[in-house]
T-cell receptor, first 112, second 116 residues
C-alpha cells in the first residue's frame, strides 16, 4: 500500500463546482504539503501544515482552502472551481526540517 | 520570478550517451534535493546535497553542489532508457525566527528521454 494516498486520482468537473481532494498518509510525518504541477511551470506550493494546528499559505493559495483533520489527513478544497485550476495536484509529507518530501501519485483535475 | 532555473528543459538522447542537467539560482540554499518523476507518479527523492562543493554518486548518477550553494548539477553516465523521466531540483531556504523553518522551491524540471 502507498504511504501517501491521494483520492480521487482523476476528476473532471464543471466551472463553479466545489471540489475536495483528499490526502492520507501512513508515514507518521507531521508536515504535509499541497502542490500543483503545470506543464512548463513546475511544482508550486499551495498550502502547507507543520502540524495539526499549523496551516500556512504557499505561493499560490488564492482560490484554495485546506483542512488538517488529523496528523494523517490533509485535504484541499476548491470552493468554486475555474478552468485555470486544471492541473495535476500532489500531496507530500516530510518528517521534519529539510527532510526529503514523500509524494502521493497525484490527482489529475480537469475543470470544464 | 523563478528562483531556481533548470536547464535544459527538454533533452532527448541515445542510449549510452552522457548528459548533464543544471540547476542555478542567485539565492543561497541550505540544502538542495534532486527528484525524479515518472508519468502517473509523484516525484521520488534521488539525493540531498548539503555542503558546498559536495559530490554524491548514485550508480551512474553524479550530483554536485556548487561551492557557494547557489547551483547544482546532475550528470548521468551511459544513459539507459530506464533513466527516462522528469528530473526536478528543489532548494531549501530557511525562514522564520532564526531560520527555524524552511521551504522547498522547485525548478521547472528537465524532461529526459533516452532512446534505445
Amino acid at each position: 500500500d502507498a504511504d501517501v494516498t491521494q483520492t480521487p486520482r482523476n476528476r473532471i468537473t464543471k466551472t463553479g463546482k466545489r471540489i475536495m481532494l483528499e490526502c492520507s498518509q501512513t508515514k507518521g510525518h507531521d508536515r504535509m504539503y499541497w502542490y500543483r504541477q503545470d506543464p512548463g511551470l513546475g511544482l508550486r506550493l499551495i498550502y502547507y501544515s507543520f502540524d495539526v494546528k499549523d496551516i500556512n499559505k504557499g505561493e499560490i493559495s488564492d482560490g484554495y482552502s485546506v483542512s488538517r483533520q488529523a496528523q494523517a489527513k490533509f485535504s484541499l478544497s476548491l470552493e468554486s472551481a475555474i478552468p485555470n485550476q486544471t492541473a495535476l495536484y500532489f500531496c507530500a509529507t516530510s518528517p521534519g526540517r529539510e527532510q526529503p518530501q514523500h509524494f502521493g501519485d497525484g490527482t489529475r483535475l480537469s475543470i470544464l | 520570478t523563478q528562483l531556481l532555473e533548470q536547464s535544459p528543459q527538454f533533452l532527448s538522447i541515445q542510449e549510452g550517451e552522457n548528459l548533464t542537467v543544471y540547476c542555478n539560482s542567485s539565492s543561497v540554499f541550505s540544502s538542495l534535493q534532486w527528484y525524479r518523476q515518472e508519468p502517473g507518479e509523484g516525484p521520488v527523492l534521488l539525493v540531498t546535497v548539503v555542503t558546498g562543493g559536495e559530490v554524491k554518486k548514485l550508480k551512474r548518477l553524479t550530483f554536485q553542489f556548487g561551492d557557494a550553494r547557489k547551483d547544482s548539477s546532475l550528470h548521468i553516465t551511459a544513459a539507459q532508457p530506464g533513466d527516462t523521466g522528469l528530473y526536478l531540483c528543489a532548494g531549501a531556504i530557511g525562514f522564520g525566527s532564526g531560520g527555524s523553518n524552511y521551504k522547498l522551491t522547485f525548478g521547472k524540471g528537465t524532461l529526459l528521454t533516452v532512446n534505445p
